[in-house]
Every structure is written in C-alpha cells, then in structure tokens.
C-alpha cells in the first residue's frame, strides 16, 4: 500500500478491481475517492480533504482528526511485564516509558532513512566515477581507432591498442601492441 499525506491527514493509494482508490486513513469518517492514474493520486487526495473540510464547516461540525494522542496497545503478558519494569527502573510511568520507546523507533527510522540517502548517493557517485573512468579510457582507446562515414553508417577501424586488465588500483589500462 502506497500513502499521501495533506494537511495532517494520510490517504492509502490501492489498485481494486481494475481501479484505482485513494482512501483517507485513521478518521471516524469514510472518505474515498477514484482517480484514472498514480500521479492524480496526490491531487485527488487534496480535493476529497479540502472538500470533507468544507464540507464539515458548511454543516458547522468539527472534523475528525486523524490523531488524537491516546491509543489501547495489545501486547503479550510478557512484553507488558517487560515494558512496566523497566519503565520503573529509570522511573518513568509505563505511558511515558512506551511513548519515549516510540518516538525513539521512528527517529531510528528517520537516521535509517538518511542513512539509506547517504549510500544511494555514494553509489551513484561511485557509478559516476565509474562512468568518468571509462569515458577516459574510451578517450585514451580513441588515439588507436580511426572513425570512416560510409553513408548510412558508420565504420570504426582498430588499429594496433587493446584494453587489458590492469592492477587494483587502475584495473584498465590500454596497451600498444607496436
């Protein structure tokens, strides 16, 4: 399931039936609208909130929030047991314990996420490099290959180079058969 979010409020984006729905979550009210492609999901989204919000305010009602601040957790006896006392070894109450444990998970989250951004941009700027190293090496390979326009095509003739595997640190190099 793919979301969007607008003005605090977060819409599932699915695929049924041939269809595709964007569906506002985590409110007492249903609001779902269809759209024809994945890029009018975000625009749709935005009318089906703007138009609940005006609606609610035409009726003079208060709209339904997506959060409210308290939530009932259901977790195994042994995680509660769990939770309660270590919340009281560091002297928090087990609410403020759970809400510390949460906020922690989602700014882990948060520093995964930039940690992710990090090495997606290294790896692109090690394909860069990469790119840049062959670019060099197809310039150097240049020199020994003469370019002939026959129309229509082109015609490249090779002359006396050849590309070898070299060491670690410059695993090409170009080698002169002369």
């Known amino acids: 399931m ?7 409020y977060q819409a599932s984006v699915e695929f049924d039936d041939g269809a595709l729905f964007v569906k506002v979550l ?10 024809d492609s994945a890029s009018e999901a975000q625009k749709a989204a935005e009318d089906l909130i703007d138009a609940y919000l005006e609606d609610c305010l035409e009726l003079g009602r208060e709209p339904s929030r997506p959060f409210k601040g308290s939530f009932n957790v259901r977790v195994d006896a042994e995680v509660h047991r769990g939770a309660a006392m270590a919340a009281a070894e560091v002297g928090l109450s087990l609410n403020s314990w759970v809400s510390e444990a949460i906020a922690e998970k989602l700014e882990c989250r948060r520093i ?8 997606a941009a290294k790896r692109d700027e090690m394909t860069l490099l990469q790119l840049h190293s062959f670019a060099s090496l197809a310039w150097t390979h240049q020199k020994s ?3 002939h326009d ?13 590309i070898v595997a070299g060491s670690s640190s410059n695993p090409w190099r170009v080698k002169s058969d002369a």
């Open 2 to 8: 793919k979301t969007v979010n607008y003005k605090g």
């Open 26 to 35: 985590h409110i007492d009210d249903l609001l779902v609208a269809q759209c």
């Open 112 to 119: 995964q996420d930039r940690v992710d951004n990090v090495f």
């Open 145 to 147: 290959v003469t370019q």
């Open 150 to 162: 026959v129309p229509g095509r082109r015609v490249f003739e090779r002359t006396s180079a050849r």
